[in-house]
């Protein structure tokens, strides 16, 4: 355990933290933060993979997706990427508009990771005009849109559980240079003010994650953005699925090596840390934030709504090497029902507009 670590409970009440704490500490601490550290995360050569790194597919379908909306909506092209990882989603969306699309684009980046900061301006910066940031809050507020894919699964999160009637803060502590769990009475004002506008109601020895970040983060998002588009691609659960008997341990995890690891408190700032988000409680606390529902979609939906299918080519190359080849399987594996995308959902959410469903769609 690192000197930063036991500082941290040092200064703690009762030696004990929230696992919102640990959490922050884990992976945003700006030295021993796993997003902060000089180290590939993405990819092989990383701890897990994205949707944007199977192929460019994706971040083309987004670029020709957002110009129909953009026009549909009568807004200037700004489109905004929170947590832009290496830059991937980025290169291929720029290169798409580029391409075909060919009229003038502002293309911000929040990033608060000087390492994958400094992978985008090696992937790209020299080729495309971009903004790049480390926080919102030094954007000035715009119309047009503002997207994330896997940002919300990776908010640090309270933890709390239901035993013996009663509800209780799952802490984190330190003991001979290793960290546990202690279960303390919850009296955090915050997560029992969700549960009561969730309408969450725990099982006996059922654990669920609170995500008091994501509050913060919508309210972030709402002043940044003066009319437009919230899309938010991610993994989660609506409340009725939270219920479910399989989500009784909750959905906090890690990852190390591409391998789930399910003790988190294992190897802090080595690894990935994540879990499911609350569906609902974004699109509840989206509307009170004036960002209100448009949709929401499976992956695979959405891609096949925005019209991915028109990208497949239709000749038939035997060569299973070839770029045709490689991205029609692409494709496939995005909109096959066992793929990736089903998986994850998109959530369309719009501020100041008031579009419906059909208006965001290809036809």
């Known amino acids: 355990m690192n000197t930063f670590?036991?500082?941290?409970?040092?200064?703690?009440?009762?030696?004990?933290?929230?696992?919102?704490?640990?959490?922050?500490?884990a992976l945003y601490h700006p030295e021993f933060g796993y997003y902060m550290r000089?180290?590939?995360?993405?990819?092989?050569?990383?701890?897990?993979?994205?949707?944007?790194?199977?192929?460019?597919?994706?971040?083309?379908?987004?670029?020709?997706w957002f110009f129909h909306v953009c026009k549909r909506a009568q807004l200037e092209p700004v489109f905004c990427e929170l947590g832009a990882g290496n830059g991937r989603f980025a290169k291929a969306f720029l290169h798409e508009?580029?391409?075909?699309?060919?009229?003038?684009?502002?293309?911000?980046?929040?990033e608060s990771s000087p390492f994958h900061r400094k992978l985008q301006r090696e992937l790209f910066m020299t080729d495309f005009p971009i903004v790049q940031v480390e926080s919102l809050n030094e954007v000035a507020a715009f119309e047009g849109m503002i997207f994330s894919n896997e940002l919300f699964d990776a908010l640090p999160v309270h933890v709390i559980e239901k035993q013996n009637g009663k509800l209780y803060e799952i802490m984190v502590g330190i003991r001979n240079d290793e960290l546990?769990?202690?279960?303390?009475?919850?009296?955090?004002?915050?997560?029992?003010?969700?549960?009561?506008?969730?309408?969450?109601?725990?099982?006996?020895?059922?654990?669920?994650?609170?995500?008091?970040?994501?509050?913060?983060?919508?309210?972030?998002?709402?002043?940044?953005?003066l009319k437009g588009f919230v899309v938010t691609a991610d993994y989660g659960y609506t409340n009725e699925e939270w219920m479910d008997p399989r989500r009784a341990k909750g959905s906090l995890r890690g990852y190390f090596q591409h391998q789930m690891v399910d003790d988190v408190l294992l190897q802090p700032g080595e690894m990935d840390i994540?879990?499911?988000?609350?569906?609902?409680?974004?699109?509840?606390?989206?509307?009170?934030?004036?960002?209100?529902?448009?949709?929401?979609?499976?992956?695979?939906?959405?891609?096949?709504?925005?019209?991915?299918?028109?990208?497949?080519?239709?000749?038939y190359d035997p060569n299973p090497f070839s770029e045709v080849s490689k991205r029609n399987r692409a494709i496939r594996s995005l909109i096959m029902p066992s793929g990736i995308s089903s998986y994850f959902h998109v959530v369309i959410q719009q501020k100041g507009l008031n579009l419906s469903p059909n208006d965001v769609f290809i036809e």
Do not use: C
């Open 5 to 25: 670590f036991n500082t941290l409970f040092s200064s703690a009440s009762n030696k004990l933290i929230s696992y919102a704490k640990y959490i922050e500490a």
């Open 38 to 64: 000089d180290k590939q995360k993405i990819g092989r050569q990383g701890d897990f993979i994205t949707t944007s790194n199977i192929s460019d597919i994706y971040g083309r379908m987004m670029a020709k």
């Open 97 to 110: 508009w580029m391409e075909t699309i060919q009229t003038p684009l502002t293309y911000i980046i929040v």
């Open 180 to 225: 546990f769990e202690q279960k303390v009475p919850l009296t955090n004002s915050d997560i029992l003010s969700f549960l009561r506008e969730s309408k969450i109601e725990l099982t006996e020895q059922q654990r669920i994650e609170i995500p008091l970040a994501m509050v913060e983060m919508l309210r972030e998002i709402s002043r940044s953005l």
């Open 274 to 315: 994540t879990t499911h988000i609350h569906f609902d409680y974004l699109i509840q606390k989206g509307e009170q934030e004036n960002v209100n529902l448009i949709t929401k979609l499976r992956q695979d939906e959405f891609l096949l709504k925005a019209g991915i299918l028109k990208e497949l080519a239709n000749h």
